[in-house]
């Protein structure tokens, strides 16, 4: 089709078990990956450097109060925790 960049949001992607599977079987592809960071661990981060094709964009709504708020408690712990994965 010649598609190379998907673009994957909605709820929180990462509930589809499968979703790096899928990633890593596409190489030449690039996937923005929206994701609020709570399913997101140390494993999941090492797969997206497998391929090096996945672009993970952080849903936050600014500080930890808005965010809480907003996506639930802890939310804002988890993302800024990833963050600091990602870092590192």
């Known amino acids: ?10 709820g ?7 979703l790096m599977d899928i990633v890593n ?11 609020n960071g709570t399913l997101v661990d140390k494993k999941i981060v090492k797969r997206f450097w497998k391929t090096k094709n996945v672009v993970p964009v ?11 708020k907003r996506r639930g408690k802890g939310v804002y712990q988890k993302v800024t925790g990833l963050m600091n994965i990602l870092k590192n």
């Open 25 to 35: 079987n596409h190489p030449r592809s690039a996937f923005q990956i929206f994701t």
């Open 12 to 18: 929180e992607p990462f509930i589809y078990g499968e």
């Open 1 to 10: 089709m010649g598609v190379y960049l998907y673009a994957i949001l909605g």
């Open 58 to 68: 952080l849903s936050a709504e600014g500080g930890k109060e808005e965010t809480d």
